[in-house]
């Protein structure tokens, strides 16, 4: 019988064993293969096995919640995962504010419905590889326009430079931070009282 492919990989952060182990019968059920941490310290060494989501409460021993989002953000390796952040302490709409600026992706109030778990699951998942075709598609478009032979110059309505290709940057002798931002009639003004000089 062939084995089913995992709906994606998820890590709980809690420091309830109890908590923990319904949240990994909730998933496992629905498909996703389940790695679990006890505490900040240990979320973070495991995030580093990149899973696709991170449910982590608010209230751990070692650190808080948001402390852990806040390092998980702030990781080069591990900024692009999803995270969910869970409490059934920190309830009020300050501490959802508050997880939500420092970082987390989604905040739910425990106890979670099993379905409202998988969904919003399921919904960070499709929004993580939504960015992540973004980002393919922008790179794409980007090294595609850098090999074009000639210079080109996107402007906004005012004429001010959005975007231009290696080869405009080296028609000109100038770097990206000189155009970036700037009127194009500027960029030749200026490149030509240079020429004048």
Same mark, same amino acid.
């Given at each position: 019988?062939?084995?089913?492919?995992?709906?994606? *990989?998820?890590?709980?952060?809690?420091?309830? %064993?109890?908590?923990?182990?319904?949240?990994?019968?909730?998933?496992? @059920? %629905? +498909?996703? =293969?389940?790695?679990?941490? &006890?505490?900040?310290? &240990?979320?973070?060494?495991?995030? =580093?096995?990149? $899973? @696709?989501?991170?449910?982590?409460?608010?209230?751990?021993?070692?650190?808080? +919640?948001? @402390?852990?989002?806040?390092?998980?953000?702030?990781? $080069?390796?591990?900024?692009?995962?999803?995270?969910?952040?869970?409490?059934?302490?920190?309830?009020? !709409?300050?501490?959802?504010?508050?997880? /939500?600026?420092?970082?987390? &992706?989604?905040?739910?109030?425990?106890?979670?419905?099993?379905?409202?778990?998988?969904?919003?699951? #399921?919904?960070?998942?499709?929004?993580?590889?939504?960015?992540?075709?973004?980002?393919?598609?922008?790179? =794409?478009? =980007?090294?595609?326009?850098?090999?074009?032979? !000639?210079?080109?110059?996107?402007? @906004?309505?005012?004429?001010? /430079?959005?975007?231009?290709?290696? %080869?405009?940057? #080296? /028609?000109?002798?100038?770097?990206?931070? &000189?155009? *970036? !931002?700037?009127?194009?009639?500027?960029?030749?003004?200026?490149?030509?009282?240079?020429? *004048?000089?």
């Amino acid at each position: 019988m062939p084995e089913t492919v995992a709906r994606g *990989r998820v890590l709980i952060i809690d420091d309830q %064993a109890p908590t923990r182990y319904i949240f990994r019968r909730i998933l496992t @059920d %629905a +498909g996703f =293969q389940v790695s679990e941490a &006890d505490n900040g310290t &240990d979320g973070l060494s495991k995030a =580093q096995q990149l $899973p @696709d989501v991170i449910v982590a409460d608010v209230n751990l021993p070692d650190m808080l +919640g948001y @402390d852990l989002v806040r390092r998980i953000k702030a990781s $080069p390796s591990t900024s692009n995962i999803p995270v969910l952040q869970i409490s059934a302490s920190f309830v009020t !709409d300050e501490s959802k504010v508050q997880a /939500l600026e420092g970082g987390a &992706d989604s905040y739910l109030i425990q106890p979670v419905e099993p379905t409202v778990l998988i969904a919003q699951i #399921h919904a960070l998942i499709r929004m993580r590889r939504a960015e992540a075709l973004s980002h393919l598609s922008a790179w =794409q478009w =980007q090294t595609t326009f850098d090999a074009l032979s !000639d210079g080109l110059a996107l402007t @906004d309505e005012n004429g001010i /430079l959005i975007r231009t290709n290696r %080869a405009f940057l #080296h /028609l000109l002798s100038l770097q990206d931070s &000189d155009v *970036r !931002d700037k009127p194009l009639t500027a960029v030749f003004e200026s490149k030509r009282s240079e020429e *004048r000089r």
